[in-house]
């Protein structure tokens, strides 16, 4: 209506003019890789037809080794149908069917959720051609075609969208599937469509079929689905109509082209309900990518005992080892398996596990479709260069493909199966550091439970995801997230895991499961996650009443701890003590295959000698930060402290500061010996005084004791001290320039410290850093504080030769912004990007907990800017105090410090800025080494194979490389 | 000794190379502008010669209406110096002298206080002119030449540094005095010089000088100095003689010669001592100018009856009427008139006050000399075109002019003496404009006493400077000081006042004094300062022991509270109420003239009818901040915020809502209608919460009860609310989203005021601004729940036609960062430069206070970055976010709404950057209206005269014209 609401609305079709053309440029770019590869292989056609072509398709059909789609096409046909598309092309039996793409799910949303009929159109005739191949008519009743609906994304969302089975079944239909199979099939899998579709589409609660099937099997006297015959399915059948009809107020519809058009509705929709989204917050996944739907004859696993569906991957994706692995129900529907209702068997004497070791396997029991199958599975690696995640269904012992896609895997296998790859050479070095996602390093890193501590093992359950957790029992995801909210730490106990516990398991150490195979929905979302899991455990019952639990014949409550071993999947009573792991040789080569790639050098936030050593442990080239506070906080230290912050004079401020100097002295002897002439920033005192005083009236009592003053004084102090925004208090420099005595007295321990250790004959590169500096003159004075204070100490010690650098923090806007002036008298420049969004977000890390889920939730903000750097505005202050500083001193060193420095998005950020080094917590240091690697292979366009992109979406490129680039010139002056 | 002193050593000759680039380039401006004035009217040689040779000649001779120097370069030859040769060239008798340039006073401190050779050789040859013209032999026993040494900075500092006098006095050339005069004036001389060298060059302390005298009068029975004859000045002579070899261990210096070089390098000693330091903090004046030093040959006011000093105004400097206003002492030394110790005869009846009613004047007691005084100051005024203050000395009856110079003011004098030279032709209206402090305008703003107040005048003194003060009576500067500082208003209440007392009459309201006359240290600096001034009190005692006072007769206590009316010199008991000035005419005129030239428009910040109908008066165009908070705090609706805040779900919430809708409805209806169709921007609810809650126990509880709650849920709600650092918290626009109730009662209360106001005849423009915006997906959803608000409300009013604006603060430093992305949702940015100093800053204005004034002392900061913007760092900011959003939209209105837009710096500063507008507190607007005009003449370069550049030291101006003028051409479009 207003001005300014019309100038937008003129702006509209210019703004997605932009966005196609984008989009068009995406996709001519994966047409020209494709081409690259096509020409290769197979050469047909030239390919930018092809790709001309499908920017205008929307529906593409695949059947018979032909197919509209192809595997790059993942953007536009969701990683399934491009991979149902794909196969088909190799000549992998797929069922044939068609994709409707993701385009089709944002047009849908804004028609008012309606199918376009353009759409529709298409589809119809895709589905004819179905038709033709299958030598089956949609709707008739004596050769009906089934068909499945089933979602599929960019990226997969396992579980998180609709699927409708055996779609195309009527009351007439149905005769004709049992002239196909048998009576009882047919009208068992007609009542499995009409709950499903009821579900999906119709939105009947499913407990109301489930309670009209639990009626019927208590009236038949019947424990088990398989006790139930062909008369009872079709009496269930007439009374889930009835609850339709009771729900809905309409029939079940009968009309299959009804029940299709419903169906795709049903999937479109479920990208946007509640679970997908939180999964999409998640993962990072954009909302606007939308679902593609794939319409796929059905095939059956569950028309005999010479049937049989199964999921397997090409390697296994708990260790990565090089063996084909998987699971198959006998006589069961595709659901089956990944639901892990029944325990599979194994398709091998490779997949044979602890549960499972007395099985038949699939080699054994079809050993002709196994064969196939191994035929298959081998040719799906070698065209995708990765390890597959393949599900397949046997039909009368005929072998069908039902999907294929890049398997997900824990981190140790993600690790193993990328260097394994690049030396049989399907891959090469590059690539394999690209296949690697650096965040999952961390989970590689983290203590496993201590080999030689005693366990009280309670039961055993399938080692579904490796690693270990300890944490307290919680009964739901719900309770999960509450109580990991209050900082402990939580293990989530289910009968088996579906969709809706995602937030839970997200928040819990753990997950156990009473249910479900090493496919179930828990292991496959565990392993994704990096968070160990045992799934499968027989021995976890549930008290009826809820409340509490019984594992192995204990009774345990909500409460109590348990430790879960993911890599045996040992369940253990109480708190097992864990220990650092030994990292695999397949480790060590990849991260000297990205050692020898990245340019930016990775240093660790250390405050200890034990942190330094774990760091130095994971390849840490230095100490990026070392935060002389924490020193402190030590019992028989905070004493003194406190006296130096109470002191009513110089005097005696200075005498409490001598108490303080050989303990500061002697924790740096002992972590520049660790870091053995690796350079060590050392920060300057930063927080407010106040932090250091106690608060409670014990407390306060106690120290007024101990250090001989009045209560009252010490509460005088506190009072004094008080800060309405501490944040933007007195702290950092400003305690330098108010107490130089404290600062004095910080250097003199540094350099002594060097002193002693060079003496020793180790080499010593102490970096002190100023925090807080806002302005220039803050440093200028404080540079020359620290100057004099080493040259009085170097005075006694004339043999020694130190020089110290002399840096600061930047962690203040202005700083950023005055980075040229400031340069001037830093010799480098550490990005303190924690305090940075702080204050240039005006987000108070300890505040914002009160609304930054609101704004998570309503899409306000993408991802939590002290997680990722906010590359937009916090990204462009740090750009401007580069361009500043580097402006000035073009050989200014430059890193980062902030939590980001071990976040991968963020390093590759730094990288593409051109800082010298990231600092991170020395977990995050392979994290950051890895991330590293990845940016330099990005700059240098080298990756040779796919760029990972799909993984780092919503990343903003476009000119960030130009500060890097001039930082390369810059250094080879 | 690092890699960086050296880097930073090789640096520095460069930079000075520039700044003396710079220097020069300044010099040769001024070089030009004298070249268009001096071929006017005396065209002597080519001036670019003269400024050559000046830029290296660091002694400049001037006598006999001969001078080395002029009156433009100020900068090297400080402002007496240059004003002294500027008169000597003018043919106005100035005793010949010379001058030593200011940039010999850094090179006297670089070489560890030493002049250097060749300025001593430049210096003797000078004297040797002096000498010439003078006819008299510096230390020649009988014609001696005396000299004078005084210090002369580029800005007058009175006072602040030292002079010495009689200088070429010993014990051989006393006698050669003697003969020119008479033995005892000769003596007295002598003693004085010895008193004058010994404190200022000697360090001796003066009491011991003091004590000496005090001694001789006890021992002589006499009362004043004019009581003692020849012989007693003679022995005195020995004594202080004596008090010099005890103090100094050495003789007094008999060789003229070394008297001359002591007293030089005590006055270049003098500009760094803690006065001068003090001063030049207040006043704005870099340390790096230096003082220039100026020898002249003596003459003397005090060789009897026919000899006479003076000051005189060529207007009067309280009101500015064109008057001839001066007073002088007979037989006294120039420096008496000054110190305030005699209470002087007026010049002429003009000049007649009070207590100065029956004297005689100087035109009747020396005709001669006042006709002579008379045509020299005409002359004057109209070679400078402004208002000069001149001091001279009679000596035997003939005229000697020793200073002259624009004389301190009155904002009143300033504004009136502008107007009234403007409308004489002596200067044109732009000059006018550029002729009065912006600052100095507000003093005529505030309050005077309310004229029929009963007044309990205690007493009656010099109206010293004018307007009006009340408060809390303190006998020291300290005092003043400390008690300012807790918030109490002040009156310093002193015998007389000295430079050392600078900072206690900055902090007081205003200033009394028992002694001096309207030319006395405390009447001149209280003008400059804009102060009310009572001085020559003579009813005002000091009680013996310190402690109390009596005025006219009554005993005061400390503490107690006075009133001062500095225009008419009444002294008050109490407090009396104060009135709103009558502006005069001249004032009207210079804003006419103002507005005519300014391009920003000014608003003001109100919150209240009351606020904004002053600020009309004031010619406010509009209101730029209505900040809603405050109307919340009255007492009948805090109750019903309250509720609104503890309200325990969201429907209770919007109940307490409605209670408030109408008041709010109710304020904004007033102010529109105040306002009368100008732009009102309504910023929406902006502090946390918890600043409405109370927090004594005592409210808790009554709060409870009045809400009808229990203690311990306000309690709750208390804890709750609580921040770590509120101003990065749970505030601004995250309010409005976590509680959008709340922002749309605002909206529509703003909404249907504006409708109500419509109705009834009267324009309305309202804006709406949202606060604390730091994404733009925070402006993008508001501003839609705004715009659904405003269309509910007039779906009701279909007959209003209203479009409200809306827009944004830009007060979080990523919002000037994205300014780009929030632009294209706001039709207005509003520059909250409080909130982005504090946080780009990292300075909370609430604590900084512990480390602010540490800083200021240190240098480290050159101006509260609260009071001036701090246009390097701030600034760049405001510079990002106004071009970022200008960028997005051409016609985006940018003003500012902080403290700022208040500071005539600051004004200066958006003007240039382009701003649409400035807001600021009502008394300012005329403040701001003044400082927007300057700045329009500045960027015009049409200011006509010489540009007021000494005024606005250490702005830095380079390439801030640019948006500016990009802003000019976008208007155009």
């Known amino acids: 209506m207003t001005a300014r609401k019309k100038a937008a609305a003129k702006k509209k079709p210019a703004a997605r003019k932009g966005t196609t053309r984008k989009a068009a440029s995406r996709k001519s770019g994966a047409a020209k890789r494709t081409t690259k590869r096509t020409t290769k292989r197979t050469a047909t056609g030239t390919t930018t037809g092809t790709a001309k072509k499908a920017a205008a398709r929307k529906v593409f059909f695949f059947g018979k080794g032909r197919a509209d789609g192809r595997a790059e096409m993942r ?96 009351d007439r239909t149905v005769a004709g599937l049992a002239q196909l199979a048998d009576e009882r099939f047919a009208f068992d899998s007609y009542r499995r469509f009409i709950q499903m579709y009821g579900d999906v589409v119709l939105e009947v609660p499913h407990h109301a079929f489930e309670s009209r099937l ?70 990072g996944i954009p909302g606007e990518w939308g679902t593609a739907v794939n319409v796929q004859a059905m095939v059956f696993g569950n028309m005999g005992d010479d049937c049989a569906t199964g999921v397997a991957f090409t390697r296994d994706p708990s260790t990565g080892e090089r063996v084909f692995y998987g699971e198959y129900l006998k006589n069961a529907q595709g659901e089956d398996v990944v639901a892990g209702i029944r325990t599979p068997q194994p398709i091998n004497a490779a997949s044979r596990k602890a549960d499972s070791a007395d099985l038949p396997t699939l080699a054994e029991e079809m050993p002709r479709p196994f064969r196939e199958l191994e035929r298959i599975y081998k040719k799906l690696e070698k065209h995708y260069r990765d390890m597959q ?32 790859m690049a030396r049989e050479r399907l891959i090469t070095r590059n690539e394999a550091i690209s296949r690697v996602t650096p965040e999952s390093l961390e989970q590689l890193l983290h203590p496993r439970l201590d080999p030689d501590a005693p366990r009280d093992v309670v039961a055993r359950g399938l080692p579904a995801s490796p690693g270990a957790a300890v944490g307290r029992i919680v009964l739901s995801a719900d309770e999960a997230e509450t109580l990991a909210k209050t900082g ?45 899991c045992i799934s499968g455990c027989g021995d976890l019952h549930f008290d009826p009443g809820g409340g509490g639990i019984q594992i192995g014949g204990r009774r345990f409550e909500p409460g109590e701890f348990i430790t879960l071993d993911g890599t045996s999947g040992e369940v253990m009573a109480g708190r097992i003590p864990t220990a650092m792991p030994e990292l695999g040789g397949a480790f060590a080569e990849l991260m000297r295959w990205a050692d020898k790639v990245r340019r930016v050098s990775v240093r660790t936030n250390a405050d200890t000698p034990a942190d330094a050593t774990a760091a130095r442990g994971f390849g840490a080239e230095g100490i990026g930060l070392c935060r002389t506070e924490h020193m402190f906080f030590e019992p028989a230290r905070i004493l003194a402290v406190r006296e130096m912050i109470l002191a009513s004079s110089p005097a005696d401020r200075e005498r409490a500061l001598e108490t303080l100097l050989p303990m500061q002295r002697g924790d740096f002897v002992r972590i520049f010996e660790v870091m053995e002439g690796r350079p060590v920033t050392v920060r300057l005192l930063d927080p407010p005084l106040h932090e250091f005083l106690p608060h409670s009236d014990a ?38 320039i108010s107490y130089p005595e404290i600062y004095r007295m910080q250097v003199r321990a540094i350099t002594e410290a060097a002193c002693e250790v060079k003496a020793g004959g180790v080499d010593v590169k102490p970096e002190i850093m100023l925090p807080l500096i806002a302005h220039v003159r803050e440093l200028e004075r404080l540079r020359s504080l620290v100057e004099s204070e080493i040259e009085a100490v170097l005075a006694h010690h004339p043999k020694i030769r130190l020089r110290p650098h002399i840096g600061t923090m930047i962690e203040v806007p202005r700083a950023a912004l005055t980075a040229d002036q400031i340069a001037e008298h830093a010799d480098f420049f550490s990005f303190g990007t924690n305090d940075l969004t702080q204050m240039a977000y005006a987000l108070s890390r300890d505040d914002a907990g009160r609304f930054l889920p609101t704004y998570v939730d309503h899409g306000i903000l993408e991802s939590d800017p002290f997680v990722v750097v906010d590359e937009e505005g916090i990204g462009r202050l740090m750009r401007i105090g580069l361009e500043g500083g580097r402006q000035t001193r073009p050989d200014l060193k430059v890193g980062i410090c902030g939590e980001h420095g071990g976040n991968p998005a963020s390093v590759r950020f730094c990288a593409r800025l051109g800082f010298d080094y990231v600092s991170c917590s020395p977990f995050r240091v392979p994290v950051a080494r890895l991330a590293a690697a990845q940016a330099a292979l990005e700059e240098a366009g080298a990756s040779g194979g796919k760029p990972p992109k799909t993984k780092r979406a919503g990343q903003k490129r476009s000119g960030t490389n130009r500060a890097g680039k001039k930082r390369a010139g810059g250094k080879k002056r």
Chains 1, 2 share one sequence.
């Open 75 to 170: 953007d536009l046909l969701g990683g399934k149908g491009a991979n149902l598309a794909e196969m088909t092309r190799l000549g992998v039996p797929v069922p044939p069917g068609f994709t409707i793409s993701t385009d089709v799910c944002a047009e849908f949303k804004k028609a008012g959720s309606r199918i376009p009929a353009a759409v529709k159109r298409d589809a119809l005739a895709a589905l004819q051609k179905v038709e033709r191949v299958m030598g089956m008519r949609f709707g008739d009743p004596s050769r009906p075609l089934l068909v499945s609906v089933r979602s599929g994304a960019r990226s997969s969302m396992p579980g998180m969208m609709d699927t409708v089975l055996n779609l195309g079944l009527n």
């Open 214 to 283: 639990d009626e019927l099997k208590d009236h038949a006297g019947a424990d088990l689905d398989t006790e139930l015959d062909a008369s009872h399915w079709r009496s269930l059948i007439d009374e889930y109509q009835e609850v339709v009809l009771e729900h809905t107020g309409e029939r079940f519809p009968q009309d299959p082209m009804q029940q299709l058009w419903g169906a795709v509705a049903a999937v479109f929709r479920s990208w946007e309900n509640e679970r997908a989204h939180r999964y999409r917050e998640i993962h």
């Open 389 to 420: 995640d393949i599900e397949f269904t046997i039909q009368n012992g005929e072998l069908w493909m039902l999907q294929t896609r890049s398997g997900k895997r824990t981190a140790e296998a993600a690790v193993r199966i990328a260097v394994e």
């Open 488 to 532: 402990e730490k939580v293990v989530l106990v289910r009968q088996e895991t579906s969709p809706d516990d995602i937030h839970g398991m997200h928040a819990a150490e753990g997950i156990l499961t009473a249910r479900g195979g090493m496919t179930s929905h828990a292991a496959v979302v565990a392993r994704g996650m990096g968070k160990c």
């Open 699 to 736: 407390e306060i009592t106690e120290v007024a004791k101990a250090i001989g003053t009045s209560v009252a004084s010490v509460r005088a102090s506190l009072a004094e001290l008080e800060e309405t925004n501490p944040m933007l208090g007195h702290r950092g420099c400003r305690l330098g």
